[in-house]
Every structure is written in structure tokens, then in C-alpha cells.
């Protein structure tokens, strides 16, 4: 069983950093993309980044701002988020696929206060 746990969230002033983190345990392997998802209420959850074995990549609006690591080892994802806009007020959840299953972290709240 895949558990993904993640932490970081809260309230900044717009312009300022957070760093989420992303502790997964279970069946997971370095093979596996894992990523950052966002979800306003009543909107669609968005892809925010993933990372995988061969690289990173990021959504539009935060390229330039977010950068998101892996530690293999420890089995952890990192989102650091700079530069925070109002509009990245969100819940954000971390991601995992294994084996064609999906597995959600239970979301931590993001507030940018402009």
C-alpha cells in the first residue's frame, strides 16, 4: 500500500517562498514520476510539476518560480515555490502512479496573501 503524506503549506505574503514536502512510503521505485497537483474549490485539479528518472518539467504558470527535487532514497518530493503569487493560493496534493494505480497525499493549504 502506497501512503503519501505531505507537509509545508500555510500562509506568505505574495512575493515569498514555501517549501512543501512529500513523504511516500510503500511500493514505490525510482522509475515512478511523482509530482504537485492544485486544486481551488470548485475547480479542476492542475498540474503544477513532476519529476521522474528523466527530468522535470513544470506547468506555464510557475516555471521560473517552482523547482521540484526527489530524494530517492528517502523516498521525499520537494516543491520549493518562490516569487508566490496570489494566484497559487490552493490545496496542494502530491501525486504517484504505480502500477496504472493512482495514489493522492491528503493536500496541504497554500494561502498567498497579496
Known amino acids: 500500500q502506497v501512503q503519501l503524506v505531505e507537509s509545508g503549506g500555510g500562509l506568505v505574503q505574495a512575493g515569498g517562498s514555501l517549501r512543501l514536502s512529500c513523504a511516500a512510503s510503500g511500493m514505490i521505485f525510482s522509475t515512478n514520476r511523482m509530482g504537485w497537483y492544485r486544486q481551488a474549490s470548485g475547480k479542476q485539479r492542475e498540474l503544477v510539476a513532476v519529476?521522474?528518472?528523466?527530468?522535470?518539467s513544470y506547468a506555464d504558470s510557475v516555471k521560473g518560480r517552482f523547482t521540484i527535487s526527489r530524494d530517492y532514497a528517502e523516498k521525499m518530493v520537494y516543491l520549493q515555490m518562490n516569487s508566490l503569487k496570489p494566484e497559487d493560493t490552493d490545496v496542494y496534493y502530491c501525486h504517484v502512479q504505480v502500477y496504472g494505480s493512482q495514489y493522492w497525499g491528503q493536500g496541504t493549504q497554500v494561502t498567498v496573501s497579496s
Open positions: 519529476i521522474s528518472s528523466g527530468g522535470a
